[in-house]
């Protein structure tokens, strides 16, 4: 028997006793689907190039125009993903979960929508969907408080012509721009309702178990339910290549697609 197999069969005998399990995962439960991530090796690593630059309040407002065209670029690669067995292994472990009684909440950092698309139920997603968009305006409803589907085709002039004056307004209040439905760098978390963070604020004391895949524990999310964990003495595992994680964390080195289908199926 592998470590990896050892490890897993021993995480699987600890969800089977849980009763609440917080899933929070990162843009490596997603590297199987075509989407590279973040902080990776890979070559297409977002957090190489320009992202810290890019993917900022600040930046839209100074030029709007910019910060769309590298966000068209990035959403085409996501808009043609779909979900991989990891997605849907959290899917059947939410599913058991529940058959027996306990309850689950799955916490992604991805944008994808990926989880939403294969079947998750009890979801957060906390950074915000790539599918939406909503009013930049603090004055418009729907820039405070609603959403809207992103619609490709009403960016077709803007590709084309590239200029502020082409990008897509509100329909509602018909002058604000519309900005992407993510959560920028420089805002937080309670920035928009819909990102879902009073209600992971509300599950995390009562999970008893924290399952993370697929993320580099950098953004303050993770930090935030690691520390939480960490004094409540609440068990929290990790699964991700890297092998790496931070104290208190139990961590499995290998692949989300291949060793969540195996959690989800138990022991042979």
């Not at 309850?103 to 929508?113: A, R």
């Not at 906390?126 to 409803?141: D, E, L, Q, T």
């Not at 604000?176 to 819909?194: K, T």
């Amino acid at each position: 028997m592998s470590g990896a197999t050892a490890a897993i069969e021993e995480l699987g005998d600890a969800l089977g006793r849980a009763r609440a399990v917080l899933f929070v995962t990162g843009a490596g439960v997603s590297l199987a689907s075509g989407i590279d991530t973040f902080r990776g090796p890979e070559p297409g690593a977002v957090w190489k190039n320009d992202i810290m630059e890019k993917a900022t309040l600040g930046h839209f407002r100074r030029d709007p125009a910019d910060a769309w065209a590298w966000y068209l670029a990035r959403f085409e690669r996501v808009t043609g993903a779909e979900p991989n067995p990891a997605h849907h292994a959290l899917v059947a472990l939410e599913d058991a979960l529940e058959a027996r009684g306990a309850s689950s909440l799955l916490v992604t950092q991805n944008i994808d929508g990926l989880h939403h698309r294969a079947g998750s139920r009890a979801l957060v997603e906390i950074h915000g969907k790539a599918r939406k968009v909503r009013c930049a305006s603090p004055r418009c409803p729907e820039g405070a408080f609603g959403t809207l589907d992103f619609e490709a085709p009403a960016f077709e002039a803007f590709r084309g012509a590239g200029s502020p004056e082409q990008l897509p307004r509100c329909p509602h209040c018909g002058d604000g721009l519309l900005r992407p439905h993510v959560l920028w760098f420089d805002e937080h978390y309670q920035s928009h309702p819909d990102y879902g963070f009073e209600r992971v604020l509300a599950y995390l004391p009562t999970a008893d178990l924290v399952l993370f895949v697929g993320t580099s524990f950098s953004v303050g999310i993770t930090d935030w339910i690691v520390e939480d964990s960490r004094a409540a003495g609440r068990g929290c595992w990790s699964i991700d290549p890297s092998g790496e994680a931070p104290a208190g964390v139990r961590s499995i080195s290998g692949h989300a697609e291949e060793l969540l289908p195996a959690l989800a199926q138990g022991p042979e």
